[in-house]
């Protein structure tokens, strides 16, 4: 039925197309662990794609274009951070604004750079590995931000289950009060996440414009930044669930393209559907095992701090 | 339906109230666009005639445009803001705008709608649409004639007459030339889509197509062309250049600004009256693209001669015999589309595969 789709390509495809939600997810997750509900991913993944853009382009290295795509998406996530934590705005109407702010801003920013060509970022060379049938382009065939990206997950892992660090973050994220009284920096703790979260979307936005596009164009992010934030709640607030729900995600898009382009005669409204219905389908199944509590939602997301004693 | 009455009235008060002190005002004339202004494509043509029509008029008129605006609910929202705050002429791009278009007009008789490319009009409302098939039936000389996988790849948007037209144009001069090219049509359900357009052209140029034409607004597909190396594009709606001479080849171009300047000048002057026009490379609102030397000499001149042929109108890119791809006869020998079947177009001509979507 696949035809003529190459299996290899295809999860190599596949795995290019997740990693931009795969970071600004991994992000959100961490955010939301804190207790901080950022509903502006897809602004501070745009501002990241056109920082990244214009990083790389004026210095001529993609390496120093994802610094910058991270710190720009670390700047903006912290104008949310100073108005949700120090003058206690809401977080829902704050992060809903940072999206609309990020998209203005970001073309405003990319004026000059419509049309412009991002220096490439290469696949790592991995000697006669990469010349491996099927690993040798799957696991050993992408550029580095995709190893990154996957690094990440296990070290967010890591972070929130292992480390004591990671025990405050969690901590402060369900029940800030009982974080306070022992003595915790809960606003401090939060800002960090913030920024944190900020520099994982801003990365995965200069991941679009430096690598999937790779071009400069307004609106690129064409609402990447909803479906990681859909896919932190999809993965229960778990890493590895992110890691899931991102390449499910990337993997179903990538495929019905593929099988349209392959002649697979299957309608087309069911292919280009089909990546939607999928996560709808395992948000139900997922929702079903209970209430939000129980599927590891913190217990103080989206609720303000304010230290009274 | 009291909001609605209310606002009618605040409308009415408002559209009076203009209309009195009208005399010195500059006319306002709003845009609404289906993209940003920065694609590179579709709507950044439309802004660029916007900017002609302000420089043309200079204070004679006053624009105000919104971009990235949904086709649906929220286009009636934008549109009606746009005549409440007193415009006098309203330009909507894009055909899903149609229906919305219609509705507003309804509410605000005494404001002109210009919709783009659609087919239905009224009292205040035209439309205008561009032949952009007959620059179709150019690509597909040229990509029948250069394709040595025999394989072309079609990023279609959405299956609506525009979109099938421009397939079936492209296809029967491609197969003319070559008639053993096969066609995959891949439908990406957006006009724009940067992420989506350069999955769609990479699995295009995976399952071997070595030319990619796209009915999609973003230069995505072009990078992704340009990256796979032998494979080439054309631009879409706009030139598109800076992938020139590789992978873009040519291109279409949508040049709005002569029809738009005349338009708000009818409106200035007071001559506005509802048309419905389909012009093409003869007036000039469709034009090609420098045809770049990774094309043959040979080509590159046949092409040429098949544009002046159209544009002269002795050429109809849609000449019989053609049949649908059931097999029954559409035009016979030597007879030409009408514009009618053309405008509703809704099949796919014999030789193409696949099925159109709903």
Redesign the interface.
């Known amino acids: 039925m696949f035809g003529?789709?190459?299996p290899t390509?295809l999860v190599a495809?596949l795995m290019v197309?997740a990693t931009?939600i795969l970071l600004a997810a991994l992000g959100e997750l961490v955010v939301e662990k804190a207790g901080v509900l950022n509903l502006g991913v897809e602004g501070m993944m745009i501002i990241g794609a056109i920082c990244g853009f214009a990083v790389a382009v004026e210095t001529g290295s993609p390496v120093a274009g994802f610094a910058g795509g991270a710190l720009g998406g670390a700047a903006l996530s912290l104008v949310f951070g100073v108005l949700t934590q120090f003058l206690l705005s809401n977080q829902v109407a704050t992060g809903l604004a940072l999206t609309l702010f990020g998209l203005g801003l970001s073309?405003l920013l990319?004026?000059g750079y419509?049309?412009?060509?991002p220096p490439a970022t290469g696949r790592l060379d991995f000697g006669p590995l990469s010349d491996l049938p099927f690993a040798g382009r799957v696991v050993f065939g992408h550029d580095w931000v995709v190893y990154l990206s996957l690094a990440l997950t296990v070290g967010i892992w890591w972070f929130l289950r292992r480390s004591r660090a990671g025990l405050t973050l969690r901590a402060v994220g369900e029940s800030h009060d009982a974080a306070h009284a022992l003595g915790l920096r809960v606003r401090a703790t939060r800002l960090a996440a913030i920024a944190f979260g900020g520099a994982c979307a801003g990365l995965g936005g200069a991941y679009?414009s430096l690598v999937?596009?790779?071009?400069w164009?307004?609106?690129?992010t064409?609402?990447?930044g909803w479906i990681a934030l859909a896919i932190v709640v999809f993965a229960s607030w778990r890493p590895g669930g992110v890691l899931l729900g991102a390449y499910l995600f990337g993997g179903v898009?990538?495929l019905q393209?593929?099988l349209?382009?392959?002649?697979v005669?299957i309608?087309?409204?069911y292919l280009?559907m089909s990546p939607y219905l999928i996560t709808i389908a395992v948000l139900v199944v997922i929702s079903a095992r209970g209430t939000r509590r129980s599927l590891g939602a913190p217990a103080d997301l989206g609720k303000q701090f304010h230290a009274t004693r | 339906m009291q909001r609605r009455t209310f606002m009618g009235a605040v409308a009415t008060a408002a559209i009076l109230a203009t209309g009195a002190i009208a005399q010195d005002d500059p006319v306002k004339v709003g845009f609404v666009y289906v993209?940003?202004?920065?694609?590179?494509g579709w709507t950044y043509e439309h802004d660029q005639a916007r900017q002609a029509v302000e420089a043309e008029y200079g204070d004679r008129v006053e624009t105000v445009f919104q971009e990235?605006v949904p086709e649906g609910a929220d286009a009636e929202r934008v549109m009606t803001q746009m005549a409440l705050s007193g415009a006098d002429l309203i330009f909507t791009t894009s055909f899903g705008y149609m229906d919305p278009t219609m509705n507003v007009a309804q509410k605000f008789p005494d404001v002109k709608f210009e919709h783009a490319t659609g087919y239905k009009t009224a009292e205040n409302v035209s439309n205008y649409s561009a032949r952009f098939y007959e620059g179709r039936a150019v690509q597909g000389f040229i990509a029948g004639s250069m394709t040595e996988t025999d394989k072309i790849?079609y990023i279609a948007s959405f299956p609506i007459p525009e979109v099938i037209r421009g397939i079936n144009a492209a296809y029967l001069a491609a197969s003319k030339v070559n008639p053993d090219v096969e066609f995959?049509?891949?439908?990406?359900?957006?006009w724009?889509?940067?992420?989506?357009e350069?999955?769609?052209a990479?699995?295009?140029i995976?399952?071997?197509?070595d030319v990619i034409l796209q009915h999609t607004d973003?230069?995505?597909p072009q990078?992704a062309a340009?990256?796979a190396g032998d494979v080439i594009t054309f631009g879409q709606a706009s030139d598109?250049a800076?992938y020139a001479p590789m992978p873009r080849v040519s291109s279409i171009i949508d040049n709005w600004a002569p029809y738009y300047i005349d338009r708000v000048g009818a409106v200035i002057d007071g001559t506005w009256e509802s048309q419905s026009v389909w012009q093409g490379i003869g007036e000039g609102m469709v034009g090609i693209g420098e045809i770049t030397d990774a094309v043959p000499e040979d080509i590159r001149e046949e092409a040429t001669r098949i544009k002046e042929a159209i544009g002269s109108g002795e050429m109809h890119p849609f000449t019989g015999p053609i049949n649908r791809q059931d097999g029954s006869v559409w035009l016979e020998e030597g007879e030409t589309a009408d514009d009618e079947t053309l405008l509703g177009m809704d099949f796919y001509v014999e030789g193409l595969?696949?099925?159109i979507?709903?």
């Open positions: 003529t789709i190459s390509l495809a197309a931009p073309s990319g004026q419509v049309g412009i060509k679009l999937r596009v790779p071009q164009t307004e609106g690129m064409s609402g990447v898009t990538v393209l593929n349209q382009a392959a002649g005669a309608p087309v409204e280009s | 993209g940003p202004v920065g694609d590179g990235s790849g995959n049509v891949v439908w990406a359900y957006t724009f889509d940067p992420a989506k350069a999955d769609a990479q699995a295009l995976e399952q071997g197509a973003s230069t995505a990078a340009e990256a598109m800076e595969s696949g099925e979507p709903n």
